[in-house]
């Protein structure tokens, strides 16, 4: 699939022409469903598949016994060791261990018979004792010879005692981050169909397009330039969507079997019990602060939980909390121990901005709370500690497995400054200062981006005059084929129109894929540097044709003039080049975070009013498209902070199975939001000076809003908001904190998001009334002049 041109990229979705993988529709197609455990943790005593395979429509049931070898989803990035003995099976053997493991599948002639076929599946499991609390000393969900330690990190620098004695302030907080997950509007799903020469085409993978392939072609035994990855549309996908999950494999494996396309979309139920989870962590966190307000150090014990299994992702989870915990200051000490603990839940992958909503949240709060006892000004607080301008390149090092750091640009005080400035930062802290219901918070947060060391693109002009824009990465809802189009206009010196670009295919041969805000950094700069190749290569061919010299050559939209001739651009087709960008370090953006929300003291209602997002994003592309990431993620990060949370009960049940009980924030609950983008500070690591911008809207927002409820409340030091969601119960608590506070803490019996659906049903109501009597009023004077 294509997009030509700025106003047909940005019309054609709006237009319903769009192809995701739900509309891939082919010849003799069957649907697939996927039998899923029921139990949290048990061992398999038998799979019944006899009512199953009667049921009208169905072509067969499926279960680990019907293969050779069962495959197990392989780590993609940080395998810890031991890591590899507690890898997830495509189909669960002889023990399941959370409620959604996929246990058989079934395959039917529609959706409707698989869906029927499904629920006649008889799986009888002798349950075991589920493992919900990470921190518990519980006995191990995989044997007796592994624990459920998947991964351990102990990260230190400097004296972190001698800190703690000289500080003082010390502030000692357990701070604990919900599980949430991403919910992209489209949910997963896969169609998978074997050709008669034996290749595999595949519709659905976007995020790891050549990983998907080359993992497909390992567990099913084939040649990996057999295997065919074509580009749909996506529907959002912020970190879990585009994963390799056990559907991944059973789709085509169930194609081959049967020797007919097959197709799965996932519904709104499998998504929030089967699709990976994120940030549900526990930190038990102290921070020494000096007198005059130096930060001296912190210690933390972080344990995240991370479900059943390692998803593909590994132990990086982990190992970003370490890495995000110390943000832009200038440390003296610290001392970390992370672990990620397996669980009797849902696995756990990356979500938007993954570690970043909850270390930052954590430092954040308790630098505020440091503050408060300080009786410092938190903004002055914060600037005091910044890394200062002449120490960037700033070096961060761990000592253990995890690899040196390095900010490699920004001066933070300066950009803070203007972030205060631009935002109105002082109007909002007096308004906080003259309303008692309104609070004030603020937060500061570094943000890597362009990880994945490579990616190339190819650029092509064709016999037509149009230039053919191609990349592996997708586009997934993040403006990547708009970028590529800015970028290649620019470079080539031509309209939009007479670019395509083709994106999202294993067709292209190099790339890396689509994750970690990296589009911009790799891919943009990629097809720089193709197009750039290619207007030199069209010069020195115009030059060889006319024998102009090379310099006397100029470039116009359609073609070249040199000296008396003019050489559109389709005489010199064809031409190729190909672009790459390489880098094994990723670029840091520096920004803050500000905002003005009021508190209900009673219900604990938080209306957020006003949220402040800026960003140093090195260079923006397309500064709408910048600011309409840091918008979308803001709002995003507002729903983490707020409403969305995953639990469980004590047996390991999801007790949040539909949209009914997973809250997302609406237009409604979304406040005003003024982005400040800085492009003063360019990345030195790529040619462009660009830096990734679609995650660092979610960085900062928790802690910002958790800072603006506690200053609602005038408590200062107080230790409150150390909980997400900030759950109109753990908010109405702070009352008890609080002096001045007017009564006891109410029972909360509305959310945020349903108080501020009862205001639109009572402004409604009262619109739909008043027009009822205006028009009862406007009758009777009718009857009335028509009687006369």
Not at 49 to 62: F, N
Not at 70 to 90: A, D, N, S, Y
Not at 143 to 167: I, K
Not at 297 to 315: E, F, H, K, T, W
């Amino acid at each position: 699939m294509t997009a030509t041109g700025l106003h047909a990229r940005r019309w054609r979705l709006v237009r319903g022409e769009g192809t995701y993988v739900a509309d891939v529709a082919l010849s003799d197609q069957l649907s697939l469903g996927v039998v899923r455990s029921q139990d949290a943790h048990g061992y398999i005593r038998s799979i019944g598949t006899a009512a199953a395979s009667e049921t009208p429509g169905v072509v067969a049931v499926l279960t680990a016994r019907d293969l050779d070898v069962v495959p197990h989803i392989p780590v993609r990035k940080t395998p810890f060791p031991g890591m590899e003995h507690r890898l997830q099976p495509v189909l669960a053997t002889e023990r399941v261990r959370y409620v959604g493991e996929p246990v058989a599948v079934v395959l039917a002639e529609d959706v409707y018979a698989a869906e029927a076929a499904v629920e006649q599946v008889d799986v009888q499991v002798d349950p075991l004792p589920a493992v919900v609390d990470a921190r518990a000393d519980a006995p191990s969900i995989y044997g007796d010879d592994l624990d459920n330690v998947l991964c351990h990190y102990h990260a230190r620098a400097g004296d972190v005692d001698a800190a703690f004695a000289q500080a003082a302030v010390v502030v000692r907080e357990t701070f604990r981050t919900g599980r949430h997950t991403g919910l992209p509007i489209e949910t997963r799903g896969l169609v998978a169909r074997w050709r008669e020469d034996g290749d595999l085409e595949v519709w659905g993978p976007a995020k790891f397009v050549h990983w998907t392939r080359g993992v497909l072609a390992s567990m099913l035994d084939v040649p990996v330039e057999r295997v065919h990855c074509h580009r749909v549309d996506v529907g959002g996908m912020f970190g879990p969507r585009g994963e390799f999950y056990p559907e991944d494999f059973l789709v085509p494996w169930a194609a081959r079997v049967v020797g007919r396309p097959v197709k799965w979309i996932e519904d709104r139920r499998e998504h929030l019990v089967a699709t990976n989870h994120s940030r549900e962590q526990v930190h038990d966190y102290e921070l020494a602060v000096a007198a005059d307000g130096t930060l001296l150090g912190y210690r933390d014990r972080v344990v995240v939980d991370m479900g059943a299994y390692p998803r593909p992702i590994g132990g990086r989870v982990p190992e970003l909390v370490v890495e995000t915990l110390p943000g832009p200051y200038r440390w003296h000490t610290f001392d970390v121990v992370c672990e990620g603990v397996a669980s009797n839940k849902t696995p756990v992958g990356t979500v938007r901005g993954p570690a970043a909503f909850e270390a930052n949240f954590v430092r954040e709060r308790a630098i505020d709370i440091a503050a408060g006892e300080l009786g410092a000004d938190p903004v002055a607080l914060r600037r005091q500690n910044l890394i200062p301008r002449h120490e960037i390149p700033y070096r961060r090092e761990f000592a253990c497995e995890i690899a040196p750091i390095e900010y490699d640009s920004g001066d933070y005080p300066r950009i803070l400054d203007r972030i205060v400035a631009e935002g109105d930062i002082a109007g909002m802290r007096n308004r906080a200062r003259v309303r008692r219901d309104v609070g004030f918070g603020f937060a500061c947060f570094v943000e890597p981006s362009g990880i994945g060391v490579a990616e190339t693109v190819a650029a092509r002009l064709d016999a037509h005059g149009c230039f053919e824009l191609s990349t592996s990465a997708s586009e997934v809802g993040q403006g990547l084929e708009e970028m590529i189009l800015r970028v290649a206009t620019d470079a080539l010196g031509v309209a939009a129109s007479q670019c395509r670009v083709t994106s999202g295919s294993s067709a292209h041969a190099g790339g890396t894929g689509t994750f970690g805000s990296r589009g911009a950094i790799f891919v943009g700069n990629a097809i720089h540097r193709a197009c750039t190749s290619l207007v030199q290569e069209a010069r020195s061919e115009v030059a060889r044709r006319t024998s102009v010299p090379f310099d006397e050559i100029r470039a116009e939209p359609q073609g070249w003039v040199a000296g008396a001739h003019v050489v559109p651009w389709a005489a010199l087709a064809p031409l190729e080049a190909h672009g790459g960008h390489e880098a094994e370090e990723p670029t840091w953006g520096f920004g803050c975070h500000a905002v003005e929300a009021s508190v209900d003291r009673g219900t604990g209602i938080v209306d957020v009013q006003r949220l402040v997002v800026g960003y140093d994003c090195g260079r923006a592309l397309d500064p709408a498209a910048v600011v309409g990431q840091l918008a979308g993620a803001a709002v995003q990060a507002l729903g983490g902070t707020m409403l969305e949370e995953l639990v469980f009960d004590a047996v390991g049940q999801p007790q949040v199975t539909s949209l009914m009980d997973y809250l997302v924030p609406t237009a409604c609950e979304a406040p005003e939001i003024m982005a400040v983008v800085c492009e003063d500070e360019p990345a030195p690591g790529n040619p462009l000076g660009v830096k990734g911008a679609g995650e660092a809207g979610v960085a900062g927002v928790a802690p910002a809003i958790a800072n603006a409820v506690v200053d609602a409340f005038g408590l200062g030091a107080a230790r409150g908001c150390t909980e997400l969601p900030l759950r109109p119960e753990r908010v109405a608590a702070l009352s008890t904190l609080s002096p001045s506070a007017p009564h006891a803490a109410a029972s909360a019996a509305m959310t945020p998001i349903v108080a501020s659906r009862v205001k639109r049903i009572v402004a409604c109501a009262t619109i739909l009334a008043v027009g009822a009597f205006g028009a009862i009023v406007i009758g009777r004077r009718r009857r009335r002049s028509s009687s006369r």
